[in-house]
């Protein structure tokens, strides 16, 4: 069992919609969680990163941490065609190397 | 803010030749650099944790000789791929962890593309 899990997708939802990502883990020790996006051949990028459980919001994104269930959510508002992208999950104990989910190909359809 | 730079984005060279790859951070100091590899379609994979002026910390299954680390500065790692064979041809990306940030996020360089023939 990996110690990260989440749905490859891919997933496709029209221009507008509310779409909802997320991922699972196993270890009970991460507690610093992070959302990252990755357009095709470019560089992993920082979206949301939150420290134990909660809520975060910055714009349309807003992240969501339940380690009771141990499971994370990003949620993405009124998603734009530009919002098509592969959006990976990450986490970590502390200071220490991040775990990757495997990342979830997303289609925003106009 | 929090910058990362590759270099190059992309390069081919010939199977059994060495290749090296620059990591910058721009706009803030690192004192740990990470290195990934990505293939199509797939997650990141951790090959290497850079830490400045100490010797890298290599995952399992990862050849140290093959892939050369070196963290020479709080702002600049490398990644060398000695010998390297069309198998080895990815995409490389590193990532830097902010020296001043008590988080300690990871910000990721645009990757880059190497191919073997």
């Known amino acids: 069992q990996k110690e990260v899990e989440q749905d490859p997708g891919p997933l496709s939802v029209p221009e507008g919609a509310i779409v909802s990502l997320n991922c699972t883990y196993s270890n009970s020790a991460f507690q610093y969680f992070m959302w990252y996006r990755q357009y095709s051949r470019k560089g992993p990028e920082l979206l949301m990163y939150t420290y134990s459980s909660g809520n975060k919001e910055d714009g349309r994104f807003t992240a969501q941490v339940d380690k009771s269930s141990k499971y994370i959510s990003l949620f993405i508002r009124d998603s734009q065609p530009s919002d098509s992208a592969t959006y990976l999950c990450?986490?970590?104990?502390?200071?220490?190397?991040?775990?990757f989910g495997q990342g979830t190909r997303l289609t925003i359809n106009p | 803010g929090a910058v990362v730079s590759q270099h190059p984005s992309w390069v081919i060279c010939k199977s059994g030749t060495s290749v090296k790859i620059e990591c910058r951070s721009l706009?803030?100091?690192?004192?740990?650099m990470f290195w990934y590899r990505q293939f199509p379609k797939q997650s990141l994979m951790l090959m290497a944790t850079s830490n400045e002026g100490s010797k890298a910390t290599y995952e399992q299954g990862v050849e140290k000789d093959k892939f050369l680390i070196n963290h020479a500065s709080l702002t600049l790692s490398t990644l060398t791929v000695t010998s390297a064979h069309p198998e080895d041809s990815s995409f490389y990306i590193c990532?830097?962890?902010?020296?001043?940030?008590?988080?300690?996020?990871?910000?990721f360089g645009p990757g880059t593309r190497l191919t073997v023939t």
């Open positions: 706009d803030f100091q690192a004192t740990t």
């Open positions: 990450a986490m970590r104990p502390g200071a220490q190397k991040l775990v």
């Open positions: 990532s830097a962890m902010n020296r001043d940030s008590p988080s300690g996020e990871q910000y």
